[in-house]
């Protein structure tokens, strides 16, 4: 059914919770995994407080880290299921549309990504990434929600 999938995650619980299921699914399926994060770019004016604090080589090093510890800790979850998959950074002003652009690139199947469930305003405000691959996405989205408990 799908032989090529590919999973965003931030690293995120939700989003590890989101690659568990890629990684599952994979295995039951014998497909390929493409596990991406995506990294938004230094701005000089900015609210986050990491670009506020840092300089742009400094952020561009504490990103590029961070993602190597996301696709690390990603990947190795995927072999101890014995998935084949392949592990992509991005820097990305928008995210979603990074995702997409992966996903078409790879020519991904399906795309797996996790969602905290808001609805209403709260999910309007928040602009969720996942929202906007599910509006803008070609490609089938699995969407993950947190386990309820």
């Known amino acids: 059914m799908y032989s090529e999938i590919l999973v965003a995650t931030d690293g995120a619980p939700l989003a590890q919770n989101s690659v568990q299921h890629a990684a599952d699914l994979a295995a039951a399926l014998g497909a390929k995994l493409t596990i991406l994060t995506v990294t938004e770019p230094f701005h000089v004016f900015s609210l ?4 506020v604090e840092d300089s742009r080589a400094a952020f561009a090093s504490h990103a590029k880290a961070h993602a190597e510890m996301v696709l690390s800790a990603a990947a190795a979850l995927a072999t101890t299921r014995d ?17 997409i652009e992966v996903a078409r690139e790879r020519r991904s199947d399906l795309i797996v990504m996790g969602s905290h ?25 699995l969407v993950v929600r947190p386990a309820q408990g």
Do not use: F, M
């Open 117 to 141: 469930g808001r609805g209403g305003l709260a999910a309007v405000v928040l602009g969720s990434q996942t929202l906007k691959v599910l509006t803008h996405s070609r490609t089938p989205v």
């Open 83 to 99: 998935v084949q998959c392949d592990v992509v950074h991005r820097e990305a002003e928008h995210p979603y549309r990074a995702i």
């Open 48 to 51: 986050e407080v990491e670009q």
